[in-house]
């Protein structure tokens, strides 16, 4: 087990103020929200963040780890002294920072089976209970969310996905120990970016016959070396060469369901997007294909190559800068 | 029943997209959100969420509903925010989320 600095994670100094814990708090929280934060590790860092806090807001906890003295280097192998914590009483007065499953290992060691009853404190809301008729207790199990990352032909096809979940289970003391499981998921066929699968009972099973939760996965796709979603479309970019964009041409583009033949108007400029309907996303309302043309100029290696762009200068009136021209002389007046 | 039974087994077992296929009631949405239901009427009184139907005693939530309400209440508690600011911060994330998507699908480095 990894000893774990909070106030290096909080980049607070040791004799730092409540007061000063909590903005650092705000701040990192802010930062790192999962539901804001677009950075790579937002949800780690929210965890460590929140863990971290979690300790230091509550002056017992604080105490009790200040108590394990300042030489402890993040990192470093930790085993926590026997009766480390004797003398000191937690009140259990809550852990409402979240998630508190999600906490290490160290913080397990630490602080774990004290003040979180027998739930567990996971999901840190009271709502999934409910009083069964005629006295008895039941509960309704936590509902669990993760992500997963698909691939754009998963959403075409539909596939099978196995899927590693670490899930907190409460054992028999009331300690939470987290427990790894797999699941076959059939993904549904016309699934889109940021929506959501839910797998009904796959959550936490429920206590005193009370139904267990749902898992709810949220989708993510991989990015796809030919094609851009956005919402139900998809883009593409489609390379023509001067010639076809200029005459017109047919030309075979690719879409996820296989290749197409598209026929390019004569002049179509570069940038143009030309929609092939419903070759996006599946589903109620498909989403459609935009390929937006860009132009490739072939290189002028060879001396015929030369020539032949010689002879295409000689034949055109065209300045590809008389707008800037024309605007440069309005500024300069 | 057989979806129980494949906790462990590793059968397959069929997801639903949550967005098309389920409507939700009070009671469920606010279990999934695990808050009281006060809290999910509070969250429509302040226009962050919106059932489908609004009959009193029988609101229907749509699957996106839920994405959104446990949202704000993450906001809320993680963030020391009102609904209010939780509302703002929705709107402004989905606005961010639109623009982040029309940026990729011009630019593909972005």
């Known amino acids: ?333 | 029943m057989s979806e129980r039974r494949s906790r462990d087994t590793g059968t397959e077992i069929t997801g639903f997209i949550l967005e098309e296929s389920t409507t939700l009631g009070l009671r469920e949405l606010s279990s999934a959100c695990a808050v009281q239901a006060e809290h999910i009427i509070e969250l429509v009184e302040e226009g962050v969420i919106e059932p489908v139907s609004y009959r009193r005693r029988r609101w229907q939530f749509t699957g996106a509903s839920l994405t959104r309400a446990r949202r704000a209440v993450a906001l809320q508690r993680d963030l020391g925010l009102n609904i209010q600011g939780a509302a703002l911060v929705l709107d402004l994330v989905d606005e961010l989320d639109r623009l982040r998507s029309r940026l990729r699908a011009i630019d593909p480095g972005s």
Not at chain 1, 77 to 88: L, M, Q
Not at chain 1, 283 to 297: H, M, S, W
């Open chain 1, 1 to 333: 087990m990894k000893y774990k600095d909070y106030y290096k994670i909080m980049g607070v100094d040791r004799d730092a103020t409540q007061d000063e814990i909590k903005r650092a708090y705000r701040k990192l929280a802010r930062k790192y929200h999962p539901d804001v934060s677009k950075e790579a590790d937002a949800e780690a860092r929210f965890k460590e963040v929140g863990e971290a806090y979690e300790v230091l807001k509550d002056p017992e906890k604080r105490a009790a780890y200040d108590q394990l003295g300042a030489d402890w280097k993040a990192g470093q192998d930790f085993r926590p002294p026997p009766d480390w914590d004797a003398g000191f009483e937690f009140s259990g007065g809550g852990f409402t920072g979240g998630d508190a499953s999600a906490f290490s290992d160290f913080f397990e060691s630490l602080f774990g089976g004290r003040g979180m009853g027998g739930m567990g404190g996971t999901g840190g809301g009271m709502g999934g209970f409910r009083q069964a008729r005629g006295g008895g207790f039941s509960a309704r199990g936590e509902d669990h969310h993760a992500k997963i990352l698909i691939d754009l032909e998963d959403a075409f096809e539909g596939a099978t996905r196995s899927i590693s979940l670490t899930a907190p289970s409460v054992d028999g003391e009331g300690h939470v120990r987290t427990r790894q499981r797999t699941l076959n998921v059939r993904i549904p066929k016309g699934v889109r970016p940021g929506q959501h699968i839910r797998l009904a009972g796959q959550g936490t099973a429920g206590l005193g016959g009370g139904s267990a939760g749902d898992l709810y996965l949220e989708v993510e796709f991989r990015p796809h070396p030919l094609y851009r979603v956005d919402g139900a479309d998809l883009h593409l970019d489609l390379p023509l060469a001067p010639w076809e964009a200029a005459l017109g041409a047919k030309v075979e583009v690719p879409t996820p369901k296989g290749a197409v033949d598209l026929t390019i108007p004569p002049n179509t400029a570069a940038g143009r997007k030309l929609r092939l309907k419903g070759r996006g996303l599946p589903g109620k309302n498909p989403g459609d294909l935009y390929a937006t043309v860009r132009i490739e100029t072939p290189p002028a290696d060879t001396e015929d190559e030369k020539a032949a762009y010689r002879r295409f200068a000689d034949q055109f009136e065209f300045d590809p800068r008389a707008r800037l021209a024309a605007r440069g002389t309005e500024a300069g007046r």
